[in-house]
């Protein structure tokens, strides 16, 4: 085939366009924080009851923001023990089923079983790990306290459960408390963009904290 063939006739070749312009990007908001006037181009969770709503801060001023931020602030004792329920399920709702409320309620008006001896139980002794160590007793002091702690008994689910919190066997229990709400707040989702393995390692968490609790350990 030649250069001047007719099939080269029917080629047609598009000629060269200006390449298309980038859309622009959409200019980012002031900066969150007052009397700042840099622009906010990091966001920040906004905090408990207003999840999905968010901060924008200056790159300065979304650090300081998340160091200071602690999503259980104000909470209790009570109100973070329902949050940790709630999250092994997803804070979805639940149904307790099988509770025999008459039956309980006969059991609190007859009291304790005796022992086989005949002798009254304590109050605490139908509940298995309510007073392991004897913490209903005359108390001693913090050496004392201590000495019971490392020469209790550590089954080995609470054993995992110490390690997953970061703590020693004899850790007491403010410390396992304290352990498990800094955790909990360094591991939450809103301060972690969604990782999985931050929501995978709270789960642990949370599990390794209730089996502490159920064991008596906090």
């Keep these: 085939m030649t250069s001047d063939s ?15 312009a980038a859309k ?5 908001p002031p900066c969150g924080w007052e009397g700042c006037e840099k622009k906010g181009e990091h966001r920040a969770p906004k905090g408990r009851d207003q999840e999905g709503e968010f901060h924008w801060f200056c790159l300065e001023h979304v650090q300081a923001y998340n160091k200071s931020y602690n999503y259980f602030s104000g909470m209790n004792d009570e109100d973070l023990t329902k949050y940790q329920k709630a999250s092994m399920t997803g804070h ?3 149904w307790e089923w099988g509770k025999n409320g ?7 008006r007859r009291g304790p079983k005796p022992t086989a001896s005949g002798k009254p139980r304590k109050p605490w002794a139908d509940d298995v790990g309510a007073d392991p160590f004897a913490l209903f007793g005359d108390g001693g002091d913090a050496a004392a ?8 008994t550590v089954g080995n689910a609470a054993r995992k459960s110490f390690a997953a919190l970061g703590l020693d066997t004899d850790a007491d229990p403010e ?4 352990r498990f709400k800094d955790l909990a707040k360094r591991l939450h989702p ?3 963009k969604g990782d999985r393995r931050s929501e995978e390692r709270l789960r642990d968490v949370i599990q390794a904290y209730n089996t502490l609790k159920a064991a008596g350990f906090c």
Excluded: H, M, W, Y
């Design 175 to 178: 410390t396992v408390k304290a």
């Design 92 to 94: 979805r709702p639940t």
């Design 190 to 192: 809103d301060l972690n």
């Design 24 to 28: 622009p990007k959409a200019e980012a």
């Design 102 to 108: 008459k039956a309980e309620a006969v059991k609190k």
């Design 145 to 152: 306290q201590k000495a019971k702690r490392q020469t209790r």
């Design 6 to 20: 007719p099939l080269f006739d029917s080629i047609r070749i598009k000629p060269r366009g200006k390449a298309k």
